[in-house]
């Protein structure tokens, strides 16, 4: 529930916001959370920058679409269940509408219509948004010197290609047990495990001819199971797609990841791409549908765990890394 010490945003202020930031927000996870954090700690002062940081340290720990999942936490924090439904549909619904048409007149045309002078312009400025929030979440969230340590060595490994899940859980159990140390409570002390990594990436049955009830498990499988941002949807996805069931060529899955790259909102409205690709404009409604629908269980099953999680100091560190 949300606080009833915290003043509730109303559902209009919530929608404007997050259509606002679903049709312009372009760069990918790391620009779309650094506009977030600009319009609700800084701007609106909605969030304080440590709450902030701790809704944002919550969605690494489920998988899904990052951004999208912030912004689901940030409308549940500041509107309760409808502002839960209404920020991440708002987030989603301008995107996936550009998406849309653009695989309409892909479908229609053979071919992408031609859109990278907008990149070129928009990039310049998708960098300093995001250097920017990265300097002002770092000066919140780097509270100790072992903090410090312990991100640098994640940033090292990290471009090291080190999985990003098994970084992020290893320096939340470290941190946990270094306190656990320092204040010599070990023995009553239980590990968090991210109740993401119980959900196993299990290989699909075969599918010999596709269908729209297929197509829209398949996506609710990726929804449920792919942690990090969308940057990584291509290996995933090309190995059942293209590989397994033979339903994409390997062009067609390079547009559709280009699609979902170059237009605002979540990444992952590759899958509204595809979708229109296979079953038109029912398989775009099902393939959004697929996708993102896990991340709003995700958040309402957890989002009630934050506030005691992060009230507890041993706890909390784990969502500051």
């Known amino acids: 529930m949300v606080s ?5 945003t109303s559902l209009r202020e919530l ?14 996870p790391a620009a779309h959370i650094a506009m977030m954090e600009e319009e609700v700690v800084r701007r609106r002062k909605w969030l304080t920058p440590d709450k902030f940081l701790d809704l944002l340290g919550a969605t690494n720990l489920i998988p899904g679409p990052n951004s999208t999942e912030l ?7 500041r509107g309760g269940w409808p502002g839960l439904i209404v920020a991440g549909v708002c987030f989603i619904l301008p995107a996936s509408i550009i998406v849309t048409i653009i695989a309409w007149a ?13 990149l070129y312009g928009i990039k310049p400025v998708i960098i300093a948004i995001v250097v920017q929030a990265l300097w002002g979440l770092a000066k919140t969230a780097v509270k100790t010197k072992l903090i410090a340590g312990v991100g640098i060595v994640v940033l090292v490994l990290s471009f090291l290609h080190i999985n ?13 047990l270094s306190h656990f140390i320092k204040h010599r409570s070990a023995a009553n002390s239980k590990l968090f495990l991210p109740f993401g990594l119980l959900f196993q990436t299990a290989p699909a049955a075969g599918v010999a001819t596709f269908s729209l009830w297929a197509m829209f498990l398949f996506f609710l499988k990726v929804g449920s199971v792919l942690f990090g941002s969308g940057y990584v949807l291509l290996a995933f996805l090309r190995g059942d797609l293209v590989e397994r069931y ?21 990444v992952f409205t590759t899958a509204t ?49």
């Open 106 to 118: 892909y479908v229609t045309y053979g071919k992408l219509p031609e859109v990278g002078f907008i």
């Open 71 to 77: 912004a689901i936490h940030i409308g549940f924090e």
């Open 4 to 8: 009833a010490a915290v003043q509730k």
């Open 246 to 266: 033979g339903w994409l060529t390997n062009e067609q899955l390079l547009d559709a990841i280009a699609v979902g790259q170059i237009t605002p909102g979540p």
């Open 164 to 176: 990003e899940l098994a970084l992020l859980f290893a320096a939340g159990v470290f941190l946990l």
């Open 15 to 28: 929608a404007w916001l997050f259509l606002k930031l679903g049709t312009i927000a372009f760069g990918g």
């Open 273 to 321: 791409f595809i979708g229109y690709v296979l079953g038109g404009g029912s398989g775009a409604v099902l393939g959004t549908v697929g996708i993102f629908l896990p991340a709003f269980v995700f958040v309402a099953l957890s989002g009630w765990l934050i506030p005691r999680f992060a009230s507890r100091p041993r706890w909390g560190r784990s969502l500051t890394v």
